[in-house]
């Protein structure tokens, strides 16, 4: 299968989501934060630690630098958290790195950054879990959680991913992420969530949540302020809505789906499980998926990741410049921590995209490969542009929401048999 010929030709197409957006972030963080009227609560010259997290949220700088300025207003003193559990391979300075990388820093957030893989146990639920907290946020006057609302790429349930996990994950840092992961295996993630975030909102002096929801171009579409005992109401439906604007591939099945990258930036497992599917068996689509992916190639990493391949081991095919862009022993921390070891297992990987390509079109089944149903996307995070196979056009005939940018194409591959990202 040397010869393009041999390939589906690819057409570029583009999705149109609901495209809902918050204009000016800076006045609506100060809008929402003063809905709470925080200042009866938080008073001159108290400490406020700030949650920053390591996920890829669209103007996470300018959305925390919001909150830094409220807090100044009052005339308290905020600090901010890095919270992120075990990444940044479980050291502070890993996490402090990734904080920079996403512009992040004391000198343009204007507030010192404390981080430490300290925590302190505030208490032990009743399930016998002890509840793990940042050490540098226990010593705070106050605590305000900040948080991307999304489903979770695990498991499905009332809430998932957002203010909660924040409390537990995040501020658990890596040994909270530990003990977390392994309750898993004996309690419901939905008990653990209530149990430890009960005493994180009662002894934990968390005084406010704020509340991300982005849209399906990556941008952000939802700022909501949160007082702590609206947390669990609140996330349930704004978890309805993230569900709502969660960008989605536009076929399925799909006999192969090309990642050009995967990241903790883009999502916790690399590639998100609620786009790809796979979120309940490994390598194969379960009755709850709504998307069935057949084979999966990732090309792959995003340079915010750090070399952090969590997830990698959800595709069949990579390539050895993706293996070698690796950095095992993050990845090993954060899969082990997170109880998926199969998310760090590498796939089969070739020299080029076009032996890759070959090979997963070979595994598909009694399809003819000029008839194959491919997909090719930047990254699960990013969907609104991709491309397909002519076969998959017939499924699209009609669909107001596909705009046809070019093509059909024959794969195009280089000297050294690669294709270019999207």
Same mark, same amino acid.
């Given at each position: ?22 204009? *000016?972030? @800076? ?7 003063? +809905? ?32 830094? *300025? ?61 509840? #793990? ?7 705070? $006057? #106050? ?8 489903? #979770? ?28 992961? +392994? ?19 009662? +002894?934990?002096?968390?005084? !406010? ?17 949160? !007082? ?24 399925? @099945? ?44 990732? +090309? ?28 095992? $022993? ?24 076009? *032996? ?14 000029? *008839? ?6 930047? $990254?699960?995070?990013?969907? !609104? ?38």
């Amino acid at each position: 299968m040397s010869d393009n010929t041999s390939y589906p030709r690819m057409v570029r197409i583009r999705q149109q989501f609901p495209a809902e957006q918050v204009e *000016d972030i @800076p006045s609506e963080v100060e809008s929402q934060l003063s +809905r709470l009227q925080l200042g009866e609560k938080v008073r001159a010259g108290e400490t406020v630690a700030i949650t920053v997290g390591s996920r890829g949220i669209a103007n996470i700088a300018v959305i925390t630098k919001g909150i830094v *300025d409220h807090i100044k207003a009052l005339g308290a003193t905020p600090f901010l958290v890095p919270a992120m559990g075990s990444h940044g391979g479980g050291t502070a300075a890993g996490q402090r790195g990734i904080l920079e990388g996403y512009g992040v820093t004391e000198e343009a957030m204007g507030a010192e950054i404390r981080a430490s893989m300290e925590t302190v146990i505030v208490e032990t639920t009743p399930q016998g879990i002890p509840v #793990h907290f940042d050490k540098h946020a226990s010593l705070a $006057d #106050h605590v305000i959680v900040a948080g991307r609302v999304k489903p #979770h790429t695990g498991f499905v349930g009332e809430i998932e991913s957002g203010l909660h996990k924040m409390m537990l994950i995040g501020l658990g840092k890596h040994e909270g992420a530990k003990i977390y992961h +392994r309750a898993i295996r004996d309690f419901s993630f939905i008990e653990i969530i209530r149990a430890v975030a009960d005493v994180v909102i009662k +002894r934990c002096k968390v005084v !406010a949540g704020v509340a991300i929801v982005e849209n399906a171009y990556d941008e952000t579409g939802r700022i909501e302020a949160v !007082a702590p005992e609206q947390f669990f109401d609140r996330e349930r439906e704004l978890l309805t809505l993230a569900k709502q604007w969660l960008p989605r591939l536009p076929i399925t @099945p799909v006999d192969l789906l090309i990642i050009d990258r995967i990241g903790k930036d883009i999502s916790g497992t690399g590639l998100d499980t609620n786009v790809v599917g796979r979120k309940f068996i490994h390598h194969e689509a379960s009755d709850r998926d709504e998307v069935n992916c057949k084979r999966i190639f990732v +090309r792959g990493l995003t340079q915010k990741s750090k070399g952090n391949a969590t997830g990698i081991g959800l595709a069949e095919f990579t390539t050895k410049r993706a293996v070698d862009q690796i950095d095992f $022993d993050i990845t090993r921390t954060n899969c082990i921590t997170g109880g998926h070891p199969e998310g760090a297992m590498i796939p089969i990987a070739y020299e080029s995209d076009r *032996d890759a390509i070959a090979a997963a079109i070979s595994t598909v089944g009694m399809v003819e490969v000029a *008839d194959s149903r491919i997909v090719q996307i930047a $990254d699960t995070l990013h969907l !609104a542009e991709l491309l397909v196979s002519e076969s998959c056009m017939k499924e699209l005939e009609g669909n107001d929401h596909i705009e046809i940018i070019d093509g059909p194409h024959a794969m195009a591959f280089d000297a050294n048999g690669n294709i270019a990202d999207v």
